[in-house]
């Protein structure tokens, strides 16, 4: 039975539902079509068969389900010899039959819970969208990549054979080195773009111009941040006669959120839902947002993102168009004397806001911090590290306090409502920027702010300091300051010399291999207090294990996780991970 059974389901199943007639010696095997049929695997046709785990409950198999429809149904209607079978991954019979209700194909039986547990085994499923191309007459698996091959080529990749993958690169690697405004935007149907008024500009209009490939998402924080930045660059540019244009790429998957998105943008469009949205994802290797991909007047690719030189220079950043070497120089040379000439007032105060508030709402003019080192702390209650870490840092803040005058900390917040913020800074005992205020995008944004809890240190001339002043107040607390790379260098200094007269190895009751003290050139985790270290640590090479020295010879732990907190959920655009929570 087995022999035949793997033959007839082209060596998927290892077990199934079982029917009573027999068919040449062996049994047939039911699958479920839509809710009601029920079709035997030996009548099943296709010379390639793909077996698709998916579950009703996950976004991106919502997400994908719809993209394998319209390639299914394409392939079927051009009389392509293939067939889908659905392994669900939901939890119940109900949810499983209002997502296969959607499905044109077949799926192996709710029930046969043994039988979708073995598939799951077999191919090895670790997450879904899951998609396996089969050879149908051999059983030979083409790829197990589908759900990439789907989303990046559609039906093009029919029969998905590695052959034919390989063809298709060549075909991108040929249209690459032949590279086109035409070939980059156009589509067989459609050969112009669109403005947020609906006009259809024809694509040959773009030609002789710089064109910016501005992939966008509506809703997704750091695309939100940089839009408007490249839409005041995109306007100057216009404004000093520059043939320059952007078109969006949108990765929304429905209309309303596409038009939400586009109808504040200055610039043009590919059509939301055409394919070719999804070609340019892989074309261009997306890999962050957002993106920014310059095009040349001759159609050849200038950049790859220019997002990055427009996040850290701003609207200062048109001064460097088109962005070739001999602009990027200006630009850095003029960031340089920007950073040399910086003041606390140029951080902290913007037109007539030129304050920052303390307990009740208490307006202290950023004139009463000058000459004053100054920690800049981003933070917010909904991070579980942050949380953690403020306890540690309002300590460091008394006893800095109580020995320097000259010292004070802002907290910039990322929460999302008036609450939190009040509730989280309310036990902070230093000052703040209001919750809606415009100076902390601009800070963030500075500073490159990427994952939180971080601390930016100013010191009493303005100038930046350290711009990983958390590391070095985690590791030698209040001995960190002023956080100048002066300051550390000392302390490190110090810590070398009692280095010397530690043991060169121990054996501690939290591993099970003797530990080596060794010299670390960069920070990390300390698997016992789970605080920062660096300089020296007791190393595990073998198992990339590390003690702080005053944990492995037995010195009290700092640091403990802070209990009884309230947890709120991360908000979209941030995975809270070990010791920070970054930008997703």
């Not at 992939?215 to 408007?228: H, I, L, M, S």
């Not at 002023?482 to 054996?507: C, H, N, Y």
């Amino acid at each position: 039975f087995h022999r035949k059974y793997i033959k007839l389901i082209t060596k998927v199943m290892q077990s199934g539902q079982v029917v009573g007639d027999e068919l040449h010696g062996g049994y047939s095997i039911l699958l479920l079509l839509g809710s009601v049929h029920q079709v035997k695997i030996s009548s099943i046709e296709g010379d390639t068969v793909a077996i698709y785990f998916s579950a009703s409950w996950c976004p991106p198999c919502q997400r994908f389900t719809p993209k394998l429809i319209e390639a299914y149904k394409e392939l079927t209607s051009h009389g392509k010899s293939f067939e889908v079978i659905f392994v669900s991954g939901d939890q119940d019979e109900e949810a499983f039959n209002a997502y296969f209700a959607k499905m044109p194909w077949l799926a192996v039986p709710f029930s046969d819970s043994e039988g979708r547990k073995s598939l799951d085994e077999r191919f090895e499923v670790n997450g879904i969208p899951h998609l396996v191309f089969l050879d149908a007459k051999t059983g030979e698996v083409l790829t197990d990549e589908g759900v990439e091959f789907v989303s990046e080529y559609g039906i093009e990749a029919y029969p998905f054979t590695t052959e034919r993958i390989n063809e298709l690169k060549e075909q991108e690697k040929a249209a690459k080195d032949n590279q086109t405004i035409h070939s980059v935007l156009a589509t067989p149907n459609r050969n112009y773009v669109i403005s947020n008024t609906g006009e259809k500009v024809p694509i040959v209009d773009l030609e002789g111009k710089y064109v910016g490939i501005c992939f966008v998402v509506n809703g997704y924080p750091p695309v939100e941040e940089f839009t408007p930045v490249l839409a005041k660059i995109y306007a100057k540019l216009k404004e000093v006669g520059e043939k320059f244009e952007v078109v969006a790429v949108s990765l929304d998957s429905d209309e309303e959120s596409f038009n939400n998105s586009f109808s504040s943008m200055p610039w043009l469009a590919i059509p939301q839902g055409d394919k070719m949205c999804q070609k340019l994802v892989s074309y261009f290797e997306l890999s962050d947002l957002p993106t920014l991909v310059l095009i040349g007047p001759d159609g050849k690719t200038l950049s790859s993102n220019i997002a990055d030189i427009i996040n850290e220079h701003g609207l200062d950043a048109w001064e460097g168009f088109p962005f070739n070497a001999e602009k990027l120089e200006i630009l850095a040379e003029k960031a340089k004397a920007k950073a040399a000439s910086q003041t606390l007032e140029s951080l902290l105060v913007t037109g007539d806001v030129d304050f920052v508030i303390g307990k009740d709402g208490a307006k202290v003019p950023v004139a009463e911090l000058v000459g004053k080192t100054v920690l800049l702390y981003f933070s917010a209650k909904w991070c579980g590290p942050c949380r953690a870490f403020l306890p540690t840092l309002v300590d460091v803040y008394n006893k800095i306090k109580e020995k320097n005058s000259d010292f004070e900390i802002v907290f910039i917040s990322s929460d999302r409502d008036q609450s939190s913020f009040d509730d989280f800074f309310s036990g902070m005992p230093w000052l703040a920027i209001p919750l809606e205020d415009e100076r902390k995008a601009y800070l963030k944004k500075k500073f490159k702010i990427r994952g939180i809890p971080s601390l930016v240190a100013i010191g009493p001339d303005g100038k930046t300091v350290n711009t990983d002043a958390k590391t070095s107040l985690a590791v030698h607390g209040a001995d960190a300051f002023p956080f100048t790379s002066e300051r550390i260098q000392e302390l490190e200094k110090k810590i070398d010399e009692m280095a010397k007269g530690w043991p060169e190895k121990v054996k501690h009751e939290l591993h099970e291999h003797e530990l080596v003290l060794v010299r670390r050139p960069r920070p990390y985790g300390c698997d016992g207090c789970e605080e920062m270290g660096t300089s020296w640590s007791y190393n595990c090479a073998e198992c990339d294990f590390d003690l702080h020295a005053k944990c492995a010879l037995g010195e009290e732990k700092k640091g403990e996780e802070v209990n009884g907190q309230e947890h709120a959920a991360a908000p979209a655009g941030y995975v809270c991970e070990g010791d920070v929570c970054r930008k997703a």
